[in-house]
């Protein structure tokens, strides 16, 4: 099955600064990678997605680049905030047999972020 | 609120008894999906339904554990037996069926379990 390894599993920044995570997966028939965001004592919320058919995008301060062939994708903050302190978790999905894709998701372990005043 | 609903937030519970959870999807979405998180750990697949048809079940999921959506709307969870090793939290989220939308996951905020 797939495998998704995230680094670092901890990250401290001064507000202001960039911060970056990154991903490796293993199995290159995935197609889908969203990241999730997830304060305390809640469940993760979906922040920025790619697909396998498109190498980067964007969303205001926070961009996700996606390298097909080296099996990789990182999420990238610019401008960081206190309030971008979080969890982030990057994804991966395969396609099921008929080529749809669906929400099971492969998770990575995850990133603690905290952004200093 | 719109969002995904899950209850209790918190269930403590004794080795061996039996729990049951609730998700109420968003009232659009006719895809549901179950995941268990353990801290410090990102969540891992457990089942997911199609309106009422549940279509896949994790190795996760052993016997002890069943899954309902009667109607295609709100679903439940139950753990028989419980052990200690079940303590985690329990996320429900939902999603479209459109295509393109389908993958996009709406979590609840989950029911942590604890099993003494």
């Known amino acids: 099955g797939e495998n998704v390894e995230q680094h670092p599993s901890t990250l401290s920044v001064q507000e202001g600064d960039s911060a970056v995570i990154k991903c490796t997966y293993s199995?290159?028939?995935?197609?889908?990678f969203p990241w999730y965001k997830q304060e305390l004592g809640k469940g993760p919320q979906l922040i920025i997605d790619?697909?396998?058919?498109?190498g980067e995008k964007k969303d205001q301060r926070i961009a996700v680049t996606l390298n097909k062939t080296a099996k990789h994708f990182s999420l990238h903050i610019t401008e960081t905030q206190p309030e971008d302190s979080a969890v982030y978790f990057c994804a991966a999905s395969i396609a099921n047999a008929g080529g749809t894709s669906y929400g099971k998701l492969t998770f990575g372990q995850g990133t603690i972020l905290t952004v200093h005043p | 609120d719109t969002g995904v609903s899950q209850d209790p937030r918190h269930k403590i519970t004794k080795r061996g008894q039996n729990v049951t959870f609730r998700c109420d999807p968003i009232s659009e979405h006719n895809r549901l999906y179950w995941y268990r998180q353990t801290l410090g750990q990102g969540p891992e697949f457990l089942t997911y339904?199609?309106?009422?048809?549940?279509?896949?079940k994790s190795r996760l999921l052993s016997d002890r554990f069943s899954a309902e959506r009667p109607k295609g709307s709100f679903s439940t969870l139950e753990i028989q037996r419980t052990e200690q090793g079940d303590s985690a939290m329990y996320l429900c989220a939902s999603s479209w069926g459109a295509v393109g939308e389908r993958e996009k996951l709406f979590f609840g905020s989950g029911t942590q379990l604890s099993v003494l």
């Open positions: 199995d290159s028939a995935s197609n889908y």
């Open positions: 339904f199609q309106n009422e048809a549940q279509l896949e």
């Open positions: 790619i697909r396998s058919n498109v």
